[in-house]
């Protein structure tokens, strides 16, 4: 996508006239809202910590190029940054690398999965397998749309092709690792602080509203507005999980 | 308003090392040579481990604390920051399974100086008297060796050390006031109070939780920040790390940090002789003690008897019982989110702050037995994330789309008693880790009384949810803490240790955290987990060197001495109800 030319069918639209609305530095509902801003409150440990983040994300040692290259096709879908300019988009892809590089763990591993460099040389496998048997091409080559579909297929654990490695992993628990890691980099950036409204660090100077929902006199108020997701994406929904209390039925379904 | 008046914070240039931004260490510690036969070895100096290395080095005993993870500078290796602070917790390799695996790791395992108490959220509520005879009262699990009388002394003295900010009547199990007073609310606490009352279900209101309402000695009040589990740089949330540790140093106990204990050794005469420990290098060191104290919680500490197994124990140090890592227990955790109109903004305030145990004790309208808590939660935006992700399956768009909401969003935890069960337990798995030890598998599997328990919980916690004004109500299933799998008991044929810690099989070896608990109640487990172990203490010291010279068993409750307590801390607060 040229970042001057984009591609409008991946935007999200006005809700109202179902405009595509142009990628901006902030999306989200708190527009002037930067705790970057308020660096010089923070301790210097967390002010060192998230200044790095944003000035020098990782560079890539465990991935090659090529993976690399995959593993952003996909994470451009489980958490789409389209509505970003090229320069305000959230590295996802780096800080993976280096925990994968660094071999860190969580502290534990499902019995029911590999390790999580194995899972990950395990789960391109069969991301591709599934292009394959639903669109006939590498995921990499296929149109936008039809990589949505295969991550949805992924997601749902329905109909999957790629029987024989999923054998060897919990598709759920490979889900649960993907948009784990997703998370961990997108929302750890202040950028999406910004985003989402969320204060950041408050060490050593305080919150004091703590009543009401009400802002700090350096945060802002939300200003909503309503927005549909890009045409032809199908992650634009919601399940109630509601009815399924026990840990292993809501994450752990299996295949069959 | 852009810069502070005074310029940016910097962290001071002293080579100090550094509890919150006033607390003084006393340092350079004691330093045992490993030739020294010392008195005690402690594995583990996290909640049980601090506050016993601080009780025995006061009381004049030669201690050594083996910490696997690092000795804390709060101000300069802590981040306000969620992605920042994994180092906090145990992410060494472990396996999990069964039909209901629990997520380890953040989720409920500490490492380094302060252990868990350092990421908990520290709601600190006492177990109820009910939870000391179980299986008297409602035919499961089994009961305590101890009554809460027992243990009661202790809460009281463990409440006034942290201390406990919290209301002046506590309504529940044994009624009892806090020496701090409550904290103002959040939103989220807000919102529990308001549900709560329109079902005219009494609540809890700023505490019980181990958090400073008011400064207290050189450790300065909560600031509201929100980043409890992250390790509370403040210094208002308590750990043992700045509780219990500065004392111990001070009365001349020693701590190794990045210190990673491996066996236990057995000399003659069933008696052990001393740990193994690799040091943050990877060499190998014996320590030599008249006694060891495992204090390691409920994975690490089964995982080094097990893995002490040697001829007479050919199962596991102190494991003729065939209990070693059986009867584990994590509580359910369940997380009820609910959508507000107006903004909540839930990463104010410290995520523990109101609760109510209404729904505690056996109900025999129900179709199971024990009961459960709600609390107040506050996810910060990743795990929100993760929460949305389970709760809703959310992805995509969907996702970006639900956490811009992430304001409007308030929490409440349910804490629901799981059963101790002997299939719940560890075990050692074929890998190993960088060590070369075996690394610790984990089953766990619900049984019948707790699935009808945690869905009876759901239901509650979302009809308090719904009765507070939220338009929308999700859940995301999960599991909480974890105590058991080395359990006290009277008898040696169903139990590892007795009711002081001690194992059955071997006289001068004790475990002392919580996995010495035999049930759980539905109060989080820190308080006990320090009670208990201020109380091994004084049975240890009444032994003085009984321990280290006799296999006589004295089964006599220990007097409590509360001239043990860190200085300025007994004493003080106002009286409790009786």
New interface residues.
């Given amino acids: 996508m040229n970042p001057n030319d984009p591609d409008t069918s991946l935007l ?1 639209r006005d809700a109202a006239t179902g405009e595509p609305l142009l990628p901006t530095d902030q ?3 708190y527009r002037g809202f930067s705790t970057m ?11 060192d ?2 200044t790095m983040r944003v000035e020098q994300p990782p560079s890539l040692h465990h991935f090659t190029a090529d993976q690399a290259r995959f593993w952003r096709a996909v994470f451009d ?4 940054q389209h509505d970003r300019t090229p320069e305000h988009r959230i590295p996802i892809v780096e800080p993976l690398d280096e925990r994968l590089y660094q071999n ?9 999965m590999p390790q999580d460099r194995e899972a990950y040389r395990l789960g391109k496998q069969a991301i591709n397998e599934e292009a394959k048997a639903r669109f006939g091409g590498e995921f990499i080559y296929l149109p936008h749309h039809q990589q ?1 579909l295969v ?1 949805q297929a992924l ?1 749902d654990a329905k109909n999957i092709a790629g029987k024989q490695i999923w054998k060897q992993m919990s598709i759920r628990r490979f889900w ?1 690792l993907l ?2 890691d997703a ?2 980099a ?3 950036h202040p950028w ?2 910004d ?21 700090e ?2 945060e802002v108020e ?1 200003k909503r507005h309503e927005w549909l ?2 045409l032809y ?10 009815e ?9 379904y299996f295949l069959e | ?4 008046l005074l ?5 001071p240039k002293s080579n100090a090392h550094l509890l919150g ?1 006033l607390q003084k260490i006393h340092l350079p510690m004691k330093r045992f040579s490993e030739s020294d036969e010392v008195d005690y070895v402690i594995v583990g100096c996290g909640s049980a481990g601090g506050v016993l290395l601080q009780r025995l080095a006061r009381a004049g005993f030669d201690v050594v604390a083996l910490e696997a993870g690092p000795f804390w500078d709060t ?10 602070s ?1 180092q906090l ?9 069964g ?8 989720n409920n ?1 500490g490492k380094g100086v302060g252990g868990g108490s350092v990421h908990w959220a520290a709601f600190t509520p006492r177990f109820h008297p009910s939870d000391f005879e179980v299986y008297t009262r409602d035919g499961v699990a089994v009961d305590w060796p101890i009554d809460y009388d027992v243990i009661r002394p202790y809460y009281e003295q463990l409440e006034l050390e942290m201390p406990v900010a919290g209301p002046a009547y506590y309504p529940w199990g044994h009624p009892h006031g806090y020496p701090y007073g409550p904290h ?4 989220v606490g ?1 919102a529990l109070i308001k549900g709560c009352t329109a079902l005219n279900i009494p609540v809890s209101i700023g505490g019980p939780v181990a958090i400073l309402s008011g400064s207290h000695g050189d450790r300065p009040h909560c ?5 409890c589990i992250q390790g509370c ?2 210094g208002a949330k308590a750990s043992t790390l700045i509780t219990h540790v500065p004392d111990a140093l001070k009365s001349g106990a020693e701590i190794r940090d990045n210190c990673m204990a491996s066996r236990i050794e057995l000399g003659k005469n069933h008696r052990v002789t001393g740990v193994h420990y690799f040091d943050r290098d990877g060499n190998t060191h014996f320590q030599r003690a008249r006694a060891v104290i495992i204090a390691g919680y409920s994975i690490e500490t089964p995982r080094l008897l097990l893995n002490s197994a040697c001829p007479g124990f050919e199962d596991g140090l102190a494991n003729s019982s065939d209990t070693v890592g059986r009867y584990m227990m994590a509580q359910a955790g ?1 997380v009820v989110l609910g959508r507000f109109d ?4 839930m ?3 410290p995520p523990a702050h109101a609760l109510t145990e209404e729904f505690y004790e056996t109900d025999p309208k129900n179709d199971f037995a024990r009961g459960f808590a709600i609390q107040t939660v506050g996810p ?3 795990a929100f ?2 929460e949305m ?19 409007h969003w308030a929490s409440f935890g349910l804490l629901g008693e799981i059963l101790p069960w002997p299939d719940n337990r560890v075990t050692l798995a074929d890998e190993t880790d960088r060590f070369g030890l075996r690394v610790a ?2 089953s766990f599997n ?1 049984h019948d009384n707790d ?1 009808k328990l ?2 009876a919980a ?1 239901e509650k916690t ?1 009809e308090v949810m719904h009765a507070a004004g939220a338009t929308e ?7 909480a803490h974890l105590v058991g799998a080395a359990r006290m008991g009277s008898d040696p044929r169903t139990s590892v240790v007795d009711k002081f810690g001690r194992t059955h099989d071997i006289s001068n070896l004790f475990v002392c955290d919580g996995s010495i608990l035999p049930t759980q109640g539905s109060a989080n487990p820190g308080l006990t987990i320090q009670a208990l172990a201020a109380r091994t203490a004084d049975y240890l010291i009444s032994q003085r060197d009984a321990i280290f010279t006799s296999d006589k068993r004295e089964m006599t409750e220990p007097a409590l001495r509360t001239e043990l307590a860190p200085p300025g801390t007994y004493g003080r607060g106002i009286p409790h109800l009786k």
């Fill in positions: 999200p999306p989200g509902y801003s308020q660096k010089a409150y923070w301790d210097q440990t967390t002010r910590v998230i879908h489980l958490i789409p860190r763990g969580i502290g534990y591993r499902y019995e029911k949505d991550l997601h649960q948009m784990q998370l961990e997108y929302y750890s999406a602080w985003e989402i409204g969320f204060g950041g660090p408050a060490y050593p100077r305080a919150y004091t509203r703590l009543e009401r929902g009400e802002p006199p350096w939300e997701a890009p994406t199908v992650s634009d929904v919601i399940e109630d999980t509601l399924l209390h026990l840990e292993s039925d809501q994450n752990n | 308003m852009k810069t502070p310029g940016p914070f910097k962290t931004p101000e300069r290796d802590w981040v306000s920051d969620e992605s920042g994994h917790y145990w992410e060494d390799p472990r396996v999990t399974g039909s209901d695996p629990l997520a380890l790791g953040a395992c103002p609310m959040g939103g807000n600031i509201y920040r929100g980043f740089k403040v369940n107006q903004p909540v903004r990463y104010k305030a910060l935006p990743i994330g993760k992700v389970a709760a809703k399956r959310a992805w995509g768009w969907g996702l970006r789309r639900e956490m811009m909401d992430y304001n598998h984990v619900l699935k945690i869905k759901k979302s109500v999700v859940q995301e299933a999960r599991f």
